[in-house]
């Protein structure tokens, strides 16, 4: 069985610093790992994915994530955050036998501070 | 260049009166999937279609059906909306088999039941 737990419902960063989303998963098999973006009223779009190659993944939009085994942890950062943003963000695990179902996070709505 | 195209965007129906979803991919990949999602939750599978293989989540209601006439085009209906119904659907796309395969998200169709 797999599991996402995103431990954030609401994060609140200013314009310019750093952003963390934080996401620890629950996997029985290697996992592959995705970050999505869902803006208001629009489709989910892939910021970045882990699939058992480098453990730091970068992304779209300055994005980048770092895959910790030990920790059981997918956490999003942004060095510097931008208006644009502001969205909903969904932490999702695949695991990879045989099944190709998703399963997400409860999402983490990022609000940037002018 | 859309690679998964949702119609339409917005949908209003009335209470009981059927209405079906369509969802389009110019991908080619042979595992398609649609969700609901409610307002501020993570998306919930419904049913997803490998290959011609149709696969339904054991708690998708009865009143949603789904079809796919050919690789590239799947449909989702409704049979008799109730207002619990309203939600933003999602159609996305995968192709099976390797563990670095991503599902690609429409834009959704927004569905408001009066």
């Known amino acids: 069985a797999q599991s996402v737990t995103q431990l954030d419902s609401h994060v609140s960063v200013s314009e310019g610093t750093p952003v963390l989303l934080r996401c620890n998963y629950s996997?029985?098999?290697?996992?592959?790992l995705f970050w999505y973006v869902q803006h208001p009223n629009k489709g989910l779009q892939l910021l970045l994915k882990?699939?058992?190659?480098?453990?730091l993944v970068k992304g779209i939009n300055g994005f980048e994530a770092e895959f910790k085994k030990s920790e059981t942890s997918f956490h999003l950062t942004k060095p510097s955050a931008h208006m644009s943003d502001a969205a909903e963000y969904f932490c999702?695990?695949?695991?990879?036998?045989?099944?190709?179902?998703?399963?997400f996070g409860t999402g983490t709505r990022l609000t940037i501070i002018p | 260049d859309a690679m998964v195209i949702q119609n339409p965007r917005y949908q209003v129906t009335q209470f009981g009166k059927p209405v079906t979803l369509s969802c389009s991919q110019t991908?080619?990949?042979?595992?398609m999937y649609w969700y609901q999602q409610k307002s501020s939750q993570a998306p919930k599978l419904l049913f997803h279609?490998?290959?011609?293989?149709?696969?339904n989540e054991a708690d998708t209601p009865d009143n949603f059906q789904s079809r796919r006439p050919n690789t590239s085009f799947c449909f989702l209906d409704i049979r008799s909306p109730g207002l619990g119904d309203a939600a933003m659907y999602l159609c996305a796309t995968t192709r099976s088999g390797g563990a670095e395969e991503t599902q690609y998200f429409g834009p959704g169709t927004r569905l408001l039941v009066l």
């Open positions: 991908l080619n990949h042979n595992v």
């Open positions: 279609y490998y290959d011609k293989d149709f696969n």
């Open positions: 882990y699939t058992s190659a480098a453990t």
């Open positions: 996997s029985s098999y290697s996992p592959s």
């Open positions: 999702v695990v695949r695991d990879n036998f045989g099944n190709e179902k998703l399963t």
